[in-house]
């Protein structure tokens, strides 16, 4: 992900494009704690590694006062949900999209299907570690939210719903939460403009 300092809408935000990687949260804090100009960090985002969403949402909270927007066309999608829920002024534009979907850890798909070739053992294995770091991301998830002050609903009416594995064709589900929903479960917690 880049993150730039820019002069937009008459304010110093910090513009923060692309995938998410395990060194965000620090170069989050860094880019952040550098220009204390900044008071607004515009995402845009594929999203990328779950846990440094988690991590890059707090960094931001952290820092108070600091609001995060959706800009109008753009999209924030699966981590970068959660480094958006940071801010602890949260704006979705109209057009701006926040798209969920249900976290995996089964995208290597060829890892399963190795382990499925190896036998039982293995595969039994391999699910058992699955359900575990799973339960683990769900329960993070579940307080990253309670400490956020975003309704826990989210989760359970909305995210995890959605087929995380996309079935046969691993195209995955994905929501597209409305103004309306933005506001019903807290995400948004600001009117745009």
């Not at 692309?18 to 620090?26: N, S």
């Not at 991590?55 to 109008?72: A, C, D, H, N, Y």
């Not at 924030?76 to 701006?96: H, I, T």
């Not at 926040?98 to 039994?124: L, P």
Request: with cysteine; charged share 25%.
């Amino acid at each position: 992900m880049t993150l730039t300092p820019a002069n937009r809408d008459g304010k110093r935000v910090l513009i923060a494009e692309g995938v998410i990687d395990e060194l965000l949260p620090d170069r989050m804090y860094d880019a952040i704690a550098a220009d204390e100009m900044i008071e607004e960090i515009w995402i845009k985002s594929p999203g990328g590694d779950a846990k440094a969403g988690n991590e890059t949402g707090k960094v931001i909270r952290s820092f108070p006062g600091m609001r995060t927007r959706i800009p109008e066309g753009w999209t924030c999608f699966s981590a970068c949900n959660f480094v958006f829920m940071g801010g602890r002024l949260r704006q979705v534009d109209p057009g701006g999209i926040f798209m969920v979907h249900m976290f995996t850890h089964t995208g290597q798909r060829q890892v399963i299907a190795d382990s499925v070739d190896k036998g039982t053992e293995d595969t039994v294995e391999l699910i058992g570690e699955i359900e575990q770091l799973s339960a683990l991301l769900a329960s993070e998830d579940n307080d990253f939210l309670i400490r956020m002050g975003i309704s826990r609903d989210l989760l359970t009416d909305i995210m995890y719903r959605q087929l995380a594995t996309g079935g046969k064709d691993g195209s995955g589900e994905r929501y597209c939460l409305n103004q309306s929903e933005v506001v019903q479960y807290n995400v948004m917690n600001i009117s745009p403009g």
